[in-house]
């Protein structure tokens, strides 16, 4: 499918309205007509995994708003270090992400129900009443919980992501009511293929087997041999959520599950607040690394396809998945799928309705980034991509390192901390990471996630909306970049003008420094010239 062509008035075109507010973010406009979603959750308990992440918080946001009548959701959650669930929890709803749903439903926090867990550990770390009470009330379960550090060591990917969804499928089994089970996985577990349908594919190791190794197995041993196991996977995250995907297929036989798979998620498109985002992953990292003048150069194929998609559609696309496989299931009806058919599979993807290639991904955050630099900037915006590894390595160390060890060195001359290497160690780690996305390109199939959104209602599908075909990218990277800039650098909208201030300070230090370069280097010819004239 070709990619949107905008012409380059359109692309350029800056936005009436400088800034962004609340109230510009919010889609006021309610649904009419009956939801059938709805009427799934009234009176309902659900249970949400990985419920304070990205997707989670919008889920769980998402579902309180929009489906008022909802009678409980249990999040699973752990305490972290100096910092118990309960004050987690608080720092959670006190986001802005949340406004909204306060000013909806202003009581809504009695809803919630923390249950004390850890899907790394072995039956989820729950207590024996806590499962209990989830196995009399749940009805539907969200399974969104997993580590997604693609770095992270394979045992503990594999307690996360493969083991945890083991026992999620063992708990969901023993749930006296259930109605759906929906597992996120991600649209990349099987990018080890090129065309990637919305289906089962051969599992690189069995589920259990796998399971067994890592726990058997000193954790040295298991780090030695990854590198076999993983063969073409780039990374344990890819690899333990394609292993755990055959987890779902041989543990959900008789269970109403699905499968949804989103690609890389990104900021929220509508809602409940326009451009929100909470994490620095993927995409986003080079957008924040690029504003602030770290990050100069990326291993990236401009012509291919970056398939991205809004954080809010993928979560209203999730639910849409919960109600489907709640309709269909068999015990809900005699006509419904035979219990022993593998379970949907929905692939979220843009690059079907709306394809979006890299080069314009850069070029929008480009044009809507200038309007709005941050005042966090330490250097003039410079950025370019390339899918040469050599030219790649080149442009980082004259870019990167060579400039990282001159203000080092000046740095502990002046006695002060050096850190601008320790920086580009981790970019240059986090550049390696996202450079196997950004210089391939795969084919999805998406007709079963088109089909789910042709089945809703009118009203769902206004209350629901995942249909990618309706994103105007031109619009949402407008809010994407202001969201980046608000909620990851903390920049308010009043410190435009002394980021615009800044960003020509920069850009003059920026010529003085190319200048100054440029006549160290003719300096450097002329002296070797002259040294050659001499011999």
Known sequence: ???????????????????????????????????????????????????????????????????????????????????????????????????????????????????????????????????????????????????????????????????????MLRLARACHKLKAFVHISTAYSNCVQTEIGEKFYASPLPGDKLIDLVDTLDEQVVNNITPGLLGAFPNTYAYTKAVAENIVLEYSKGLPVALFRPSIVIGTSKEPVSGWIDNVYGPTGVVVGAAVGLLHVLNCNPKVLADLVPGDMVVAGVVAAAWRTARDSPHNHEDAPPADLPPPVYNYVSSEQKPLTWEKFMSYNEVYGLEVPSVQAIYYYLFMLTPNKTLYWIYCLLMHWLPAYIVDAVAVIVGKKPMLRKTYAKITKFSEVIGYFATREWKFDNRNTQQLFLEMSAADQKLFDFDMSRVN????????????????????VDTVPAGLRKLRRLRRLHYACCAVLSLLLLRLLWAVATLLVGL
């Not at 024996?128 to 992270?152: L, Q, S, Y």
């Not at 990218?473 to 308010?492: A, C, E, H, Q, T």
């Open 473 to 492: 990218w031109n619009d949402y990277f407008y809010n994407y970049i202001r969201g980046i800039r608000v909620y990851l650098l903390k920049d308010p």
């Open 1 to 167: 499918m070709a990619v949107e062509m905008l012409t380059d008035s359109q692309l350029f075109e800056a936005k009436q309205g400088g800034d962004i507010t609340f109230m510009d973010m919010v889609e006021e406009a309610p649904a009419l007509g009956e939801s059938h979603i709805q009427r799934l959750f009234a009176g309902a308990a659900v249970l949400v995994t990985g419920g304070t992440g990205f997707l989670g918080k919008l889920l769980v946001e998402k579902l309180l708003r929009s489906c008022p009548d909802l009678k409980k959701i249990f999040l699973l959650a752990r305490p972290k270090k100096n910092k118990d669930i309960s004050k987690r929890l608080q720092e959670q709803f006190d986001d802005v992400l949340y406004d909204r749903l306060r000013k909806e439903c202003p009581d809504f926090i009695r809803k919630i129900s923390v249950v004390e867990g850890d899907i790394g550990q072995p039956d989820l770390g729950m207590c024996p009443e806590d499962r209990a009470k989830i196995m009399n009330e749940v009805e539907v379960i969200f399974h969104g919980a997993a580590t997604v550090r693609f770095d992270e060591p394979l045992r503990a990917a594999v307690q996360i992501n493969v083991r945890g969804t083991r026992d």
